[in-house]
């Protein structure tokens, strides 16, 4: 999974790269097909916005909060990108039962 972290009005220091880092290792946990991802902190007067953009096979998920602490922001993030990548997963999800599947008897 390749990160790409910038920051609009706002040094990325390395904290704040280790803490986006390792909230992303939660989404990795769920769905380890992510391409890559892209996310964008910014400062506009009092609020702290993280925006996200995941690559994965088929489809970009987005995903964007805005709070009064940036951790806090990210946090709401990473739950909303989790979120989407548990439905992407369940959507692409095979649901045919090949193995084990209770095959239907006519009754006469």
């Known amino acids: 999974m390749n990160l790409q972290l910038t920051g ?11 803490y986006v880092t390792s909230k992303l ?4 946990n769920h769905f380890d097909h992510v391409i890559d991802v892209k996310v964008t902190l910014s400062v506009e007067k009092l609020a702290q916005k993280v925006e996200a953009t995941l690559h994965v096979p088929g489809n970009d998920l987005h995903a964007a909060c805005e709070d009064d602490n940036m951790y806090s922001a ?14 992407h997963k369940e ?8 193995n084990g599947a209770v095959k239907h008897q006519a009754v006469e």
């Open 91 to 98: 959507k692409h999800a095979d649901h045919h039962k090949t």
């Open 74 to 87: 990210i946090d709401m993030l990473t739950d909303k990108l989790d979120r989407q990548v548990v439905k």
């Open 25 to 28: 290792v939660r989404i990795r």
């Open 8 to 18: 609009h009005h706002l040094e990325v220091t390395p904290a704040l790269r280790d």
